[in-house]
């Protein structure tokens, strides 16, 4: 996941926590729109076909953690899943025993959940849970997030962490069906403790121009919804739920700059 959140990661780190962690080298959901992709392709520290191949960063899980103040995000520029879980799960345990707040942003695989709200239960306190869900149709999700769980699969993760008692929050960034944000909303709020955050595809055209076209239709038909009319409605359909903060790309068009709760410590 990229703080461009999973997967804004970078925009996501800056407005969600004081500093992220990240203990990997690419992410096998290989969204389409990744942030963290892009900047590696950009430097040219991978290519397209490395990218869904993740290496794991040995000198990050025998890295010593030590306390700092805030929340710490992590991960940013990859994501927690089945082949990578044993090294975000030794990372989040030095994490938090130095006792540290951690915001865990991921697309959520049922099997690295289970895992993680036992492993991680004596420190249930220090963790705020936050899964990225921004569509609901399955062929739309395997256009844009071709190797991360379903819908289906998402919500159940988040599910299990809620009834489990742990702080639940879910970044609907980027919000990839926006003509289906409310059913989206209904579906997941019952399963939120903390937030439901609202973000837009950021850059979508240069982020995807290594896989799509730039007339791919559902290219088109997303950049036709996120323009800043169709952002001011959704605001104003949702502005009244207190569930519901605003990313940066949100309020920069609706023109609000109030702080937001972010992480468990704000
Ligand atoms: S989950 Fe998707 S957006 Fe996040 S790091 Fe992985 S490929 Fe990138």
Same mark, same amino acid.
């Given at each position: 996941?990229t703080?461009k959140?999973?997967?804004?990661?970078v925009? /996501?780190? =800056?407005?969600?926590a004081?500093?992220?962690?990240n &203990?990997?080298r690419g &992410? @096998?959901h290989?969204c389409v729109y &990744?942030y963290a992709?892009?900047?590696?392709?950009?430097? =040219?520290?991978?290519?397209?076909?490395e $990218?869904?191949?993740?290496?794991v960063l040995? #000198?990050? *899980?025998?890295?010593?953690?030590?306390?700092e103040?805030?929340t710490?995000?992590?991960?940013?520029?990859?994501?927690?899943t089945? /082949?990578?879980?044993?090294? &975000?799960e030794m990372v989040?345990k030095?994490?938090? %025993?130095?006792g540290?707040?951690?915001?865990?942003?991921s697309k959520?695989?049922?099997v690295?959940?289970q895992?993680l709200i036992? @492993?991680?239960?004596?420190?249930?306190g +220090?963790?705020?849970?936050?899964?990225?869900?921004g569509?609901?149709?399955?062929?739309?999700?395997?256009? $844009?997030e071709? %190797?991360a769980?379903?819908?289906?699969?998402?919500?159940d993760?988040?599910?299990l962490?809620y009834?489990a /008692?742990?702080?639940?929050?879910? @970044?609907i960034e980027p919000?990839?069906?926006?003509?289906?944000? #409310?059913?989206?909303i209904?579906?997941?709020?019952? *399963?939120?403790? #903390? @937030?439901?955050?609202? /973000?837009?595809?950021? +850059? *979508?055209r240069q982020r995807?121009? $290594?896989k799509?076209?730039?007339?791919?239709p559902e290219?088109v038909?997303?950049l036709? $919804?996120?323009?800043?009319?169709?952002?001011r409605?959704i605001y104003?359909?949702?502005?009244?739920?207190?569930?519901? =903060?605003?990313k940066?790309?949100?309020?920069?068009?609706?023109g609000?700059d109030r702080?937001?709760?972010? %992480? *468990?410590d704000?």
């Amino acid at each position: 996941m990229t703080t461009k959140s999973t997967c804004e990661a970078v925009t /996501g780190t =800056k407005e969600w926590a004081d500093r992220n962690v990240n &203990c990997c080298r690419g &992410c @096998s959901h290989d969204c389409v729109y &990744c942030y963290a992709r892009s900047m590696a392709l950009r430097f =040219k520290r991978t290519t397209p076909l490395e $990218w869904p191949k993740e290496v794991v960063l040995e #000198h990050e *899980l025998v890295k010593k953690r030590r306390y700092e103040r805030g929340t710490t995000m992590f991960p940013t520029t990859h994501d927690i899943t089945p /082949g990578n879980l044993q090294a &975000c799960e030794m990372v989040l345990k030095n994490l938090l %025993g130095a006792g540290n707040k951690v915001l865990i942003v991921s697309k959520p695989h049922r099997v690295c959940v289970q895992a993680l709200i036992q @492993s991680l239960a004596e420190w249930k306190g +220090q963790i705020l849970f936050r899964f990225t869900i921004g569509v609901i149709d399955e062929d739309l999700r395997k256009l $844009w997030e071709p %190797g991360a769980p379903d819908f289906a699969e998402r919500l159940d993760s988040l599910r299990l962490a809620y009834e489990a /008692g742990y702080e639940t929050s879910v @970044s609907i960034e980027p919000l990839l069906e926006p003509w289906n944000v #409310h059913s989206l909303i209904r579906n997941l709020r019952p *399963l939120v403790t #903390h @937030s439901i955050w609202i /973000g837009k595809a950021n +850059q *979508l055209r240069q982020r995807t121009s $290594w896989k799509l076209p730039a007339d791919h239709p559902e290219l088109v038909r997303l950049l036709s $919804w996120q323009t800043d009319d169709r952002i001011r409605e959704i605001y104003e359909n949702l502005h009244d739920d207190p569930l519901v =903060k605003w990313k940066d790309s949100y309020k920069e068009v609706i023109g609000i700059d109030r702080p937001q709760k972010a %992480g *468990l410590d704000v």
